[in-house]
Nanobody, 120 residues
Framework: QRQVVESGGGLVQSGGSLRLSCIGSGFTFASYGMKWYRQAPGKERELVAAIAHNGGRRDYADSVKGRFSISRDNAENTVFLQMNSLKPEDTAVYYC?????????????WGQGTQVTVSP
């Protein structure tokens, strides 16, 4: 069964940090690009960060540049999202997405999400 499972969400105060993890299984993790999306209540899902299969390319939404960092450990089939200087507007459910190509429109594999709540 091909799946990705997120963890690491929680409640944090403004200015704090969290590190999200996403473990992939059932597919060749090292061959897939990985993305983090988020969706806040009443808003559309937005792409937060993406990393190529070998880590050679990393993309970030303007809203998180300089605060968030995406990385991966292919030996552990895991992608991370380090989130620093968190703001209340970062509050959302964060989803992990595995795709064959970062630039394609494929759906790929999605996790169930992990809630991040940033208090003022």
């Amino acid at each position: 069964q091909r799946q990705v499972v997120e963890s690491g969400g929680g409640l944090v105060q403004s200015g704090g940090s969290l590190r999200l993890s996403c473990i992939g299984s059932g597919f060749t993790f090292a061959s897939y690009g990985m993305k983090w999306y988020r969706q806040a209540p009443g808003k559309e899902r937005e792409l937060v960060a993406a990393i190529a299969h070998n880590g050679g390319r990393r993309d970030y939404a303007d809203s998180v540049k300089g605060r968030f960092s995406i990385s991966r450990d292919n030996a552990e089939n895991t992608v991370f999202l380090q989130m620093n200087s968190l703001k209340p507007e970062d509050t959302a459910v964060y989803y992990c997405n595995a795709v064959w190509s970062l630039d394609s429109l494929e759906a790929g594999y999605w996790g169930q999400g992990t809630q991040v709540t940033v208090s003022p």
